[in-house]
């Protein structure tokens, strides 16, 4: 039972535009989201997060969307640059709980 | 400052053996939590500490896993007689205090043969 769902396993752009990574989920007791990068042999490092009473949450070049009626949050960076070539998770977590829920990941790759 | 510190890096054991993974978190992290990454999937929650005490082992898949944290800093994870499906990236990560962020270690690549 796959709680949260990153359903694109690779995202491909070109250096300067907008990359866009998706994420779904399906347990409604979420309440807190977040957004960690990946690179290759190191450790998940935490991106950006929001919560459940927030729509929206800007940090420089990297946005998150939160939609609760669609289960549906999206991570937005532009410009991308080359070094944000890694693999993005998406997790969550319900209040009260300390655990993270986490998708499958997107690899993304910024092209020159 | 320092990170969170694992090791082994990478642990190649037969099937059947006994092996014991090591979790330094940062300095004054009160929270300690363990991850089971399996190839292409993302981090599936194991067990977390706060201090000294386990609080949630409800990610342990078997009594063949059990994990420690006798001084609430320093952990370790011991999986008893390995098996294939136990091959997998093991990540620790530590948070200040409950609910604050989880800063995580490079993992320790397990295989077992």
């Known amino acids: 039972d796959q709680q949260v769902k990153q359903n694109s396993p690779s995202l491909s752009v070109q250096e300067g535009r907008i990359s866009i990574l998706n994420c779904d989920y399906t347990?409604?007791?979420?309440?807190?989201f977040l957004w960690y990068k990946k690179y290759p042999a190191e450790g998940p490092t935490f991106l950006i997060s929001?919560?459940?009473?927030?729509d929206k949450n800007e940090d420089g070049r990297f946005t998150v969307f939160l939609n609760k009626s669609a289960k549906h949050l999206s991570l937005h960076i532009v410009p991308s640059q080359p070094g944000d070539s890694a693999v993005y998770f998406c997790a969550a977590k319900t209040q009260g709980a300390q655990k993270l829920v986490f998708g499958q990941g997107t690899r993304l790759t910024i092209n020159p | 400052g320092a990170g969170v510190s694992q090791s082994p890096r990478y642990k190649v054991a037969k099937r059947g053996q006994d092996v014991a993974l090591r979790c330094d978190p940062i300095?004054?992290?009160?929270?300690l939590f363990w991850y089971q990454q399996a190839l292409g999937q993302g981090p599936e929650f194991l067990t977390y500490?706060?201090?000294?005490?386990?609080?949630?082992k409800s990610g342990l898949p078997s009594d063949r896993f059990f994990a420690e944290r006798p001084e609430g800093s320093v952990s370790t994870l011991k999986i008893q007689r390995t098996q294939q499906e136990d091959s997998a990236v093991y990540l620790c990560?530590?948070?200040?205090?409950?609910?604050?962020?989880?800063?995580f270690g490079a993992g320790t690549r397990l295989s077992v043969l």
């Open positions: 990560a530590s948070s200040p205090t409950l609910g604050d962020i989880q800063y």
């Open positions: 500490f706060q201090n000294e005490a386990q609080l949630d």
């Open positions: 300095s004054g992290h009160v929270s």
């Open positions: 929001i919560s459940s009473i927030k």
């Open positions: 347990n409604s007791m979420f309440d807190y």
